[in-house]
C-alpha cells in the first residue's frame, strides 16, 4: 500500500490559520480580535413509523444555523452597531466570511460565507481583578450559508 493512502500530519489544518470578516451595513470589517469561531448546522428530525419494519425512521424537516464568536474586546464596534439597532431599527443582522489557509498543508484554502447572523448578545464589558485581558464570547445563530471554496488539496475518498 503507497504512502499517499495515508494521513500526513502536516496536512491537518492549525486552528490559528482563519480569519473573519464582517459586511454590516455595507462596510467590511475585518474581525482581527476573534479568537474563537464555531459554526454548525443543526437539523431537526421528526420520528417517522413506518408498517413492514421495527426501524423508527427520521425525516429532517427544518435546519438551523448555529454557532459561537469570540475574541478580545479591543474596540466599540458591537456597541456602535448594536446600540441603534436595539433602539431603534430593530435587531442587527449582518453577513460573515471565513477563510481557513494553513500554508503548510496540502489542502488549500477553505472560504464560507455567512448570510443574516445574528448575535444572542452583545459584548460591552468583561472586567475582572486578575491578570487576563478582556474578551468576550456570544452564541449567534445565522440563515444562510454558502461553501464559496473549497478544500482542494485531499481526495473525497479512497480506493482500497
Known sequence: MSLDR???????????DARITLNIEGKIITL???????AKLEKNKEDVQTLGTHWKHKKTTSVEGTGTLGGYLINSNWLK???????EKGDLYFGATCTVHDPTSHVGTETVQFSD???DDIPIFDFKADDGV??????FTFEG????QEFTGMPETIDY
Open 6 to 16: 495515508f494521513l500526513n500530519g502536516r496536512d491537518t489544518i492549525s486552528t490559528k
Open 32 to 38: 482581527i480580535e476573534c479568537n474563537r469561531l464555531t
Open 81 to 87: 452597531y448594536g446600540i441603534p439597532y436595539t433602539q
Open 134 to 139: 478582556m474578551d468576550w464570547e456570544s452564541d
Open 117 to 119: 447572523v445574528n448575535l
Open 145 to 148: 450559508v454558502t461553501l464559496v
